[in-house]
């Protein structure tokens, strides 16, 4: 009965060995295919159809096998062996077409969908993505120059007028993806590519590069450099010509911006300095040490070139980052003094204002945009400082379009989505945030991504959500704290005491606000504004637990010593928390009982009334309520009040239970209403959560 069967024909033809030999072949040859297509950037239907060619092969080859044999005296048709052999023949050949067409069948919808993917991406016209140069001959210290190679040729071709220049994070991440070269163009949106290797050959070293079209994954120019440290300073601006010659070919005559220094120590020291910096910049927590050593490399830079702005400007950068805002005053403005129309120098320039809280800050973020509008920063920076001054008005000065190109520009940064996504958070734009969860969705998969996504739904009063969000963070990354803090946060926001304190046993002074703890973070502040003079926010928390306690000349005192009234009264609010700070400082005037005090109160009042709107209803209910209660509105206030029941988010409820303005209205239904609705709210949110964890597989914590 063996020999009889179907798999003993399969066994005397050699099918079976036919069929491993034909696998093992199109495997290895399908591997080399795909490692040529990525290394050579071929468009990638070369190895799809090199796919194809073995699947549709597989049915011929198993028939051959069935059919003939080699042996000795040369090719032969196989015997039939059997009756059910004869009759097999034609069931097994349906079977492999069978096979075949199935798995046709099964990549098609997948082909389709790949291939779809890349036709709705719509490529920026004479956009560029520098890579990262690969450093081929792998010594340690040949990184810097490999990575500040590319660093200096984006910033050239970021000075060039008509090109657009994706930024260094993204260009980064998509190359760390390893994937074909349209589809990193099509991540990023680009229609070029630049990218290259640097191979060192003793004291010189020998530089390739090549421009990818983005569209069909083809070099369309490529070169060749063999440099000394001579020839490197000129290397990106040789390069930077000839890529803008070839994606602008009717560009009469190109600009080239000069080298960043014509000494090669200071260049050497910069390009390392610089690839220092960058390392610190990408790691979510500050390392100092290194920071320094850049700081130190920069300061070398300059005393062996101290006539170029860009290492004055770097330096300066590098110490703002660390937070020496004093040290970054003189080589800021030496930049400033030798070349002002540099965009990076104006930014950071900026950066320094803001950072004194001197309102020029967005005179110089507007000229560094304008001197280059693809410098991703001085977008990002702008954006914040339109934001800050608009705050309260209804047109938001075109923040919103600045923080779009900032993402646009910079596709694959969480940062800058997470920066559009609190813009529209904070300025009640509901109906733009979901879009903004999606593609941060679809483009990032770590903690950091889940957190912001948490808190968008925060935003959009989705509290279930953004715990759930926060939850599965603190399952990728459970050595963060953070996560735990923010968790305790979200919990005290929906009422559930029990669950924040066990997640945070030590409660900070604003989840102590929560509670109503006042006493409490009266002691702690007082001794932290002595431990830490500079932290804002401490003060506000302290000077409103003071203003909850009726200690309001204490509140008044605090307050005077953060700048306020007078930044928001002159228009140099850095943050949002600037302006809580404002009205901390209203409401404790306007209770302090001194009859110059509560004059000033009502006249902040008066001016807050004339002159700003809140762009989220709760926001204008509460403030605007406040305002006119000072001022002695009160059925306006009454009226305005009502508004808070129309927010989709959900704010802390400590200013509407313990600001001195609404101690007045204790026993008005209107009031009454109001806070009842937001407890009802949270109570909502805390019957609603064992549901919302269920769906994402988790539990309370």
């Keep these: ?45 070369v190895a799809t159809v090199s796919v194809i060619v073995f699947v549709v092969g597989f049915p011929v080859a198993m028939f051959l096998a069935w059919t003939f044999d080699i042996t000795s005296e040369g090719i032969r048709r196989t015997e039939i062996g059997s009756r059910r052999g004869a009759a097999s023949i034609i069931g097994s050949v349906a079977l492999l077409i069978a096979g075949t067409a199935g798995l046709f069948l099964l990549i098609r919808p997948a082909m389709e969908q790949a291939d779809g993917d890349l036709r709705e991406v719509a490529l920026i016209p004479n956009s560029i993505a520098v890579l990262p140069f690969e450093n081929v001959s792998r010594r340690e210290a040949d990184y810097y120059l490999s990575g500040g190679l590319g660093d200096e040729l984006r910033d050239q071709l970021g000075r060039m007028p008509g090109i657009r220049m994706a930024a260094r994070s993204s260009s980064i991440a998509a190359h760390n993806q ?77 600009p080239i911006a000069a080298p960043i220094t014509l000494n090669p120590t200071a260049n050497d020291l910069l390009l390392l300095a610089r690839y220092k910096e960058n390392e610190v910049r990408s790691r979510p927590v500050v390392d100092s040490e290194t920071l320094l050593e850049a700081i130190q490399l920069y300061r070398q830079a300059t005393q062996s070139d101290p006539d170029s702005a860009l290492p004055q400007s770097r330096l300066a950068a590098a110490l703002l980052y660390l937070g020496d805002i004093e040290a970054a005053e003189a080589p800021v403005m030496r930049a400033l003094e030798l070349d002002p129309e540099l965009s990076e120098v104006q930014n950071t320039l900026g950066v ?22 693809d410098n991703v920063d001085a977008l990002h920076n702008l954006a914040n400082a339109r934001w800050m001054s608009m705050t309260g008005k209804e047109e938001d000065d075109g923040a919103e379009d600045l923080f779009r190109r900032a993402v646009d520009l910079d596709k694959l940064s969480l940062s800058r989505y997470a920066a559009l996504g609190e813009y529209l958070g904070q300025a009640a734009k509901w109906d733009k945030l979901r879009p903004v969860i999606n593609d941060i969705r679809e483009r990032f998969d770590d903690a950091e991504a889940q957190r912001v996504i948490g808190l968008l739904h925060e935003f959009l009063g989705e509290v279930d959500l953004a715990i759930a969000w926060t939850l599965l963070a603190r399952q990728m990354d459970p050595d963060n704290p953070d996560h735990d803090d923010k968790l305790a946060d979200l919990f005290a926001l929906i009422g559930d005491t029990e669950t924040a304190l066990r997640l945070a046993p ?10 109503r703890r006042y ?12 431990e830490e003079p500079g932290d804002v926010e401490t003060r506000y928390l302290l000077a409103f637990a003071y203003g909850a306690t009726g200690a309001h000349e204490q509140a008044i005192h605090v307050l005077s010593s953060t700048g306020l009234p007078d930044t928001v009264l002159n228009d140099q609010a850095r943050s949002l928390l600037e302006y809580d700070g404002f009205h901390i400082l209203m409401d404790a005037l306007a209770g302090s009982g ?59 409820l400590t200013m509407l239970h313990d600001f001195w303005c609404f101690q007045q209205y204790k026993d008005e239904p209107v009031y009454q209403d109001v806070l009842n609705f937001q407890l009802e709210r949270r109570a909502a949110l805390r019957r609603k959560l064992p549901d919302t964890l269920a769906e994402f597989g988790l539990t309370r914590p």
């Design 1 to 45: 009965m063996a020999d009889d069967s179907f798999f003993a024909e399969l066994r005397k033809r050699r099918v079976f060995r036919a069929a491993a030999i034909y696998g093992a072949v199109a495997w290895g040859l399908t591997e080399v295919i795909v490692t040529i297509v990525e290394q050579l950037y071929l468009p990638p239907w």
């Design 178 to 254: 390893a994937v074909g070269a349209i589809e990193m163009a099509a991540k990023l949106g680009v229609a070029f590519l630049v990218e290259g290797d640097l191979r060192r050959n003793g004291s010189r070293l020998s530089i390739s590069v090549r421009l990818i079209d983005g569209s069909t994954g083809l070099s369309v120019w490529s070169d060749a450099y063999v440099l000394g440290r001579l020839e490197l300073l000129d290397a990106p601006q040789d390069i930077a010509r000839r890529v803008v010659g070839t994606v602008l070919p009717d560009t009469p005559t190109i």
């Design 352 to 373: 320094f204002y803001w950072a004194r809280g001197e309102p020029e800050f967005r005179e110089a973020f507007e000229k560094a945009v304008e001197l280059d509008e």
């Design 506 to 515: 030590s409660p900070t002074m604003s989840l102590m606000s929560h509670f």
């Design 519 to 530: 006493d409490a973070m009266i002691e702690i502040g007082e001794d932290r504004i002595f």
């Design 594 to 652: 001194i009859p110059e005090a509560v004059e000033s109160g009502k006249a902040l009042a008066e001016w807050n009334e004339s002159t700003y709107w809140y762009g989220d209803v709760y926001a204008i209910g509460v403030y605007r309520a406040c305002t006119r209660i000072i001022i002695g509105r009160h059925d306006e206030a009454l009226e305005v009040l009502l508004l808070t029941k129309e927010s989709p988010r959900l704010y802390p």
